[in-house]
Nanobody, 124 residues
Framework: QVQLVESGGGLVQPGGSLRLSCAASGSIFSTNAMAWYRQAPGKLRDLVAR???????????EYADSVKGRFTISRDNAKNTVYLQMNSLKPEDTAVYYC??????????????WGQGTQVTVSS
């Protein structure tokens, strides 16, 4: 069916940058909202950024207060892919980052899909 595959995580120094990618594949009829969540050590999973189906700009997007001005979410609808550009990274950004998408499968209708998560570690 539908799968979300994440990439781009890794180890980075404070102040550095990473770009996460999440590509949806499978029998996709259409894709609505896409988002990034994260789960930090000792914390529950929280929304980082969300973007509507328009994509291409920050219009219709929303961010957690802790990442505003540093992170940018974008999407490429032709590729069913969402990105998260992370700049000025801080140690408190360390978390497992999860991709989310609301997708209508050709066979299963609208459903929520999650990636398996990618580790982002910000440490000196």
């Amino acid at each position: 069916q539908v799968q979300l595959v994440e990439s781009g995580g890794g180890l980075v120094q404070p102040g550095g940058s990473l770009r996460l990618s999440c590509a949806a594949s499978g029998s996709i009829f259409s894709t609505n909202a896409m988002a990034w969540y994260r789960q930090a050590p000792g914390k529950l999973r929280d929304l980082v950024a969300r973007i509507n189906s328009g994509g291409g700009s920050d219009g219709g997007s929303e961010y957690a207060d802790s990442v505003k001005g540093r992170f940018t979410i974008s999407r490429d609808n032709a590729k069913n892919t969402v990105y998260l550009q992370m700049n000025s990274l801080k140690p408190e950004d360390t978390a497992v980052y999860y991709c989310y998408a609301r997708i209508r499968s050709t066979y299963s209708g609208w459903q929520d899909y999650w990636g398996q998560g990618t580790q982002v570690t910000v440490s000196s």
